[in-house]
């Protein structure tokens, strides 16, 4: 077993598994992660990931992968393959890989034996009439007119059903277990649909497809699951989880556990809101860095760590809550803390003029690439005459305990010189365009200069050798406060989710690689965009800002 075998007090389903092993009703335990390639990943299901493999880890399990693709109108090998890698990025890897699909022709015979048992019928009527049929929390459902069909009936139909003698929504096979159960999933659930579509993984060869409260037990039977482990929606379907797998003669009886699914505020964490936003062009695909999918945390700069810490923390519960986003962000801040080399970017620069540093001059100045870890060492920045700020460091007229650039007051640049405002330039609107200093030659970091001091220190980029650099700021596409029921999902979008910004890097940051992440002076933790960045021109994703006023309970 593993070490952690004693640490049970917040995780419910941790003390489930330890009583069963105890209890020799597992020799071992096997989890699964069971994702319907419909959609990219998303952080809640992350929480699942986690969850499941550091589970099984910890007693010397196994996890299994398997790909619920029992729906082929919405699944696609694009989502395959985006979940494999996802996975693989988090950390883990699976012990098998399986396909719903793959089990296909033993769910078909074990709906054969529920019909021989008397426990399933072809059913004729519609959609609509089933549901009306099924009755209501407060009055019982009505038995199906066909309900009573003969045993020999019900193969007949089942078996034309397969060889595709009917048209989609014709007919459907249901359980046939009580229509005056107070849980409405045990009123004859339909267990077969027929569906004249394509599938990703068997072509051609079905055109009935078992519904997921069928397949589902079925598939972690089959695998030997000991612990199927899933949201809380699936509670009231337990009783009909429980039922297939003992109806259909299963060898091995797996036993399913209900959590508490993520809910983060300002993040939508519905798949099929999320296809929305990429389907209208609102987000730049499912990687887009707004989005919660894994490839788009992936992409915006989040590392593995900052995700499985996050996971870690949230623990797992029976009771819906909502987790601050900045919880989230509190994690990538601690991972990229001690990570991210140091450097400084100007957002909004705004040019300065050095008028009596002389013409021509460049020189090289040592800045320690972090102040409060001396082992990530020093880097060589130049300097010379011209330089940009961020504009808001100038303020032609300052309000009271603003300590930055204003005329006549006196900063230190970064690692290089004091510099004191004489005069600035305006273009024809008004907006301050360029500012002219002096600097004292004596005062020049590292040297121990003494003579004065200066309340303000800002950070630059040397004009003449600046890489130019867009930035890019992110807000959640979705805010909390915006979401108005009287509007659609897609009319409630943040429209200030992205801002793009174009500005300066050190001449250091040449070279930058797709995936590399730094922490700018000031401005927060920044990843370089996978899509857009050029040699040339890198593109730089805002991760998060430096700091926050957040604290974990």
């Not at 007119?145 to 989609?168: A, H, Q």
């Not at 020189?363 to 082992?375: A, C, G, K």
């Not at 690692?415 to 365009?433: L, R």
């Not at 509007?487 to 979008?493: D, S, W």
Request: some cysteine; charged content about 30%.
């Amino acid at each position: 077993m593993g070490e952690n075998i004693g640490n049970t007090s917040s995780n419910f389903i941790k003390r489930i598994v330890v009583d069963d092993l105890q209890s020799k009703k597992h020799d071992n335990i096997i989890t699964r992660f069971p994702p319907e390639p419909n959609g990219y990943l998303h952080i809640g299901h992350a929480k699942s990931i986690v969850l499941n493999f550091e589970l099984a880890d910890e007693f010397n399990g196994k996890t299994n992968l398997r790909f619920d693709d029992t729906n082929p109108t919405k699944e696609d090998t694009e989502y395959v393959e985006s979940i494999k890698e996802d996975i693989k990025w988090l950390g883990f890897n699976w012990d098998d890989l399986y396909f719903a699909s793959d089990y296909f022709e033993e769910m078909y015979n074990r709906a054969v034996l529920l019909i021989k048992k008397g426990l399933a019928f072809v059913c004729d009527l519609t959609p609509d009439e089933i549901r009306e049929y099924r009755g209501s929390l407060k009055e019982p459902g009505k038995e199906s007119p066909y309900r009573n069909r003969t045993v020999e009936e019900n193969l007949d139909l089942f078996d034309r059903m397969r060889k595709g003698e009917f048209k989609d929504g014709e007919k459907v096979l249901r359980a046939k277990i009580d229509m005056s159960s107070p849980n409405i999933n045990m009123r004859d659930p339909i267990i077969y649909r027929i569906s004249h579509t394509e599938h990703h993984n068997t072509g051609d060869k079905w055109c009935v497809y078992p519904m997921y409260d069928f397949a589902h037990p079925l598939e972690d039977a089959i695998e030997g699951i000991t612990h199927s482990i899933c949201t809380l929606e699936f509670e009231d379907h337990r009783p009909l989880y429980d039922w297939v797998v003992e109806a259909c003669e299963m060898k091995s009886t797996p036993r399913q556990i209900e959590f508490a699914r993520l809910n983060i505020t300002n993040t939508v964490m519905s798949k099929r809101k999320l296809k929305a936003l990429v389907d209208e062009g609102i987000a730049d695909g499912w990687d887009d860095p707004r989005m919660p999918t894994i490839a788009g945390l992936r992409r915006r700069g989040y590392t593995p760590e900052s995700i499985r810490n996050f996971c870690r923390e949230i623990g797992v519960a029976k009771n819906d809550s909502t987790v601050d986003e900045q919880l989230l962000e509190h994690f990538i801040r601690e991972d990229l803390s001690t990570k991210a080399p140091r450097t400084m970017g100007i957002i909004r620069p705004l040019k300065v003029v050095i008028t009596n540093y002389p013409e021509g001059k460049v020189e090289m100045l040592e800045i320690e690439n972090n102040q409060d870890d001396p082992s990530m060492g020093k880097r060589m920045v130049q300097f010379s005459r011209e330089i940009y700020i961020e504009e808001e460091d100038f303020m032609e007229e300052p309000p009271k305990k603003y300590f930055r650039l204003f005329p006549g007051n006196e900063v230190r640049l970064k690692g290089a010189y004091f510099i004191k405002c004489n005069d600035f330039i305006k273009d024809e609107s008004g907006k301050v365009v360029e500012i002219h200093c002096t600097y004292d030659k004596e005062t020049k970091s590292g040297t121990g200069f003494t003579g004065r001091k200066v309340k303000g220190t800002i950070h630059w980029v040397d004009a003449s050798s600046a890489i130019p650099t867009e930035f890019r700021l992110y807000e959640p596409l979705i805010k909390d406060e915006e979401i108005d029921e009287n509007k659609t999902f897609l009319e409630c979008v943040n429209p200030n989710s992205l801002e793009v910004l174009q500005g300066y890097v050190e001449d250091n940051m040449k070279g930058v690689k797709p995936g590399e992440s730094f922490q700018f002076f000031r401005h927060g933790y920044f990843n370089v965009d996978s899509k857009y960045s050029t040699e040339n021109k890198p593109v730089f994703n805002r991760i998060v800002s430096l700091k926050s006023s957040f604290k974990i309970k």
